[in-house]
């Protein structure tokens, strides 16, 4: 099945820098998501992109599906933005399966 | 509209209980799928129900099985508790078109087995 993988494991940034996670899957998706769990391990709705590119206020994402990676850029980092980050795809089976996550904290 | 509702919030088992946990999807979502996510890893594929009907299942043993109501509710029951099965677990609902389709996950129920 699809492998998903995810880098960095950890990230601390100073309130105001930027970053990007980036998202390595092992087999063409049909499906791609990114999600941030909060600190009480709701999982919240960031981008649905299983190919181009999206934005969202200080968040954007871009999935390159024939180099097989997701990037999730996230600028003028805030400390709410703190938590891990998520990504999930499928690939021809109805099981979505998740990277290991990046922990970000961003420090005021 | 109201979005993915979970039941319990929390709950406390001892070893070789059974549990009951259910899931309300979002109004006009026909699909349920379970996640099981221990503490430091990602969301683990449990189930998937469409229509009434098992469509996926992961590597999960015999003692978990899970159904969905014509309403399309869900319930996970997980039976003989092992210390090992306490855990985040999450309900995703999805509405689909043919293969693609985006989740949106419940608050989870939060199991400790002791």
């Known amino acids: 099945g699809i492998q998903v993988e995810q880098s960095p494991p950890d990230l601390i940034l100073q309130e105001g820098a930027n970053s990007t996670l980036r998202c390595n899957f092992s087999?063409?998706?049909?499906?791609l998501q990114w999600f941030h769990q909060n600190p009480w391990g709701q999982l919240i709705n960031l981008f649905y992109i299983p190919s181009g590119t999206k934005q969202n206020g200080r968040l954007s994402a871009t999935t390159v599906a024939t180099e097989r990676y997701s990037l999730l850029y996230i600028s003028s980092s805030q400390t709410t933005d703190s938590g891990v980050y998520f990504c999930?795809?499928?690939?021809?089976?109805?099981?979505?399966?998740f990277g290991t996550g990046t922990r970000l904290k961003v420090l005021a | 509209d109201a979005g993915v509702t979970q039941s319990p919030t929390h709950l406390i088992k001892t070893r070789g209980q059974q549990v009951t946990l259910r899931c309300s999807p979002i109004s006009g979502h026909k699909s349920v799928s379970w996640y099981q996510q221990v503490l430091g890893q990602g969301p683990q594929f449990i189930f998937q129900?469409?229509?009434?009907?098992?469509?996926g299942r992961g590597n999960f043993p015999d003692r978990f099985s899970a159904r969905q109501f014509p309403n399309y509710s869900s319930e996970l029951n997980v039976n003989a508790l092992l210390l090992g099965d306490s855990a985040l677990y999450l309900c995703a609902s999805s509405f689909e078109q043919a293969v693609y389709y985006e989740q949106y996950f419940g608050p989870g129920t939060r199991l400790t087995v002791t």
């Open positions: 087999d063409s998706v049909n499906n």
């Open positions: 999930a795809a499928n690939s021809g089976t109805y099981k979505y399966i």
């Open positions: 129900y469409y229509e009434k009907e098992e469509r």
